[in-house]
């Protein structure tokens, strides 16, 4: 599975932007997603995941402002990030794993990761 993400870019506090994960090689259908992001000089943390049956996970410092989806006939996943903060700043990586483990908030738990796109919030 090869995972490509994009749509980040610069964007103002109190913004909308919405990062996009295409798949190849292997259906998302069956497939556990999640977005994780990574500042500068910290750890890659946590941020939304949606397992293969459509059940969603959000951590409490984006939850009620992001929404995770996904598109299985087009093998999209999706992040709609509303109400940016400058806190949100961080590279986005967008992630999968077979659909065994239950364990979808741990970055280790997932095997295909795509390259990552940047998400800059000025204040």
């Known amino acids: 599975v090869q995972l490509q993400a994009s749509g980040g870019g610069l964007v103002q506090a109190g913004g909308s932007l919405g990062l996009s994960c295409a798949s190849s090689?292997?259906?998302?259908?069956?497939?556990?997603m999640a977005w994780f992001r990574q500042a500068p000089g910290k750890e890659r943390e946590f941020v939304a995941a949606?397992?293969?049956?459509?059940?969603?996970y959000y951590s409490d410092s984006v939850k009620d402002r992001f929404t995770i989806s996904k598109d299985d006939a087009k093998n999209m996943m999706y992040l709609q990030m509303n109400s940016l903060k400058p806190e949100d700043t961080a590279v986005y990586f967008c992630?999968?794993?077979?659909?065994?483990?239950?364990?979808?908030?741990?970055?280790?738990?997932?095997?295909?990761w795509g390259q990552g796109t940047l998400v800059t919030v000025s204040s």
């Open positions: 992630a999968a794993k077979p659909r065994g483990s239950t364990i979808v908030r741990g970055p280790r738990s997932y095997e295909y």
């Open positions: 949606i397992r293969w049956a459509g059940s969603t």
């Open positions: 090689g292997g259906t998302i259908s069956i497939l556990d």
